[in-house]
């Protein structure tokens, strides 16, 4: 019951704030719910016992991507005039409208196989062993330390004065 | 009522589709850059209701939530380098009026 509580507040707040993204003018407040979004995704991860993905998400999403997007947001303030919309506006409520329908038609009449067993309760050591034994995934973490390096670089240069 | 993997299912379909239509319809580029974000967080929350509903003790979908979360870091520090380098360039950020490709 606990349960079911917290999913429908951690829904209705990330489905709020995500409207607010999109809808609210003020750039700057914008980036203020999609961290309000954030942290109500951490709560959906902490329904679904997934402890270590929750606080992941709020270190690197709260914490780190969220500062960066609020200093793109301070470092191009001249510009900003609200957030409008351009002609697209109809078409692309049709086709997210359609999506939608055609997204929840598959979910709902799917036989999925739901599990009997409960889910691990404490996920970070068998993440771990996931993550970095032989026959997990030890060379997709090594090529995601390589792609954090080369966007890294990349960054760098791209914003380099000249 | 019981909380079950469609409700989960159909959240993550709804903030995809709220990311997607933010993505498709607004003009400054640093909220279609927040609106990838909804996107990419819907898609882990289904991944992770995946993981924990059909293969509870296997984890896979965490692990790949996970690499979400670190193309999803890759790719918003190099999509707001771009951003800042366009406005240093053309003092604009409106989609409308980067068309220097455009041909």
């Known amino acids: 019951m606990g349960l079911a509580i917290t999913f429908w507040i951690m829904a209705v707040v990330t489905v709020a704030a995500a409207l607010g993204v999109v809808f609210i003018r003020n750039v700057f407040r914008a980036a203020l719910m999609l961290i309000l979004c954030f942290i109500a995704v951490a709560g959906i991860y902490i329904t679904l016992s997934a402890d270590f993905l929750a606080a992941v998400q709020i270190l690197v999403y709260v914490g780190a991507i969220s500062v960066l997007i609020i200093l793109a947001v301070m470092m191009t303030r001249e510009v900003q005039r609200g957030s409008p919309a351009n002609k697209m506006e109809i078409p692309a409520a049709v086709v997210a409208a359609v999506l939608l329908g055609i997204l929840i038609y598959t979910v709902t009449n799917t036989p999925w196989n739901i599990a009997a067993e ?3 309760s404490p996920t970070t050591v068998p993440l771990a062993t996931k993550l970095f034994s032989e026959s997990g995934f030890i060379l997709p973490v090594e090529i995601g330390a390589v792609l954090l390096l080369a966007a890294i670089l990349g960054a760098i240069v791209i914003t380099r004065e000249k | ?37 909804l996107m990419l967080n819907a898609v882990n929350i289904s991944l992770v209701a995946f993981s924990s509903y059909i293969v509870p003790l296997l984890l896979t979908g965490q692990v790949f939530a996970i690499f979400v979360m670190v193309v999803a ?7 707001l380098a771009i ?14 009026n980067i068309n220097l490709m455009k041909w």
């Open chain 2, 73 to 79: 870091a890759a790719e918003v520090a190099v999509g």
């Open chain 2, 1 to 37: 009522m019981t909380i079950g993997l469609n409700h989960y299912l159909i959240l993550s379909a709804v903030l995809f589709c709220i990311g997607l239509y933010g993505a498709l319809t607004r003009r400054n580029a640093v909220i279609i850059l927040m609106c990838i974000e």
């Open chain 1, 118 to 120: 409960a889910p691990l």
């Open chain 2, 83 to 96: 951003i800042l380098a366009i406005y240093r360039g053309l003092a604009d950020i409106d989609t409308n």
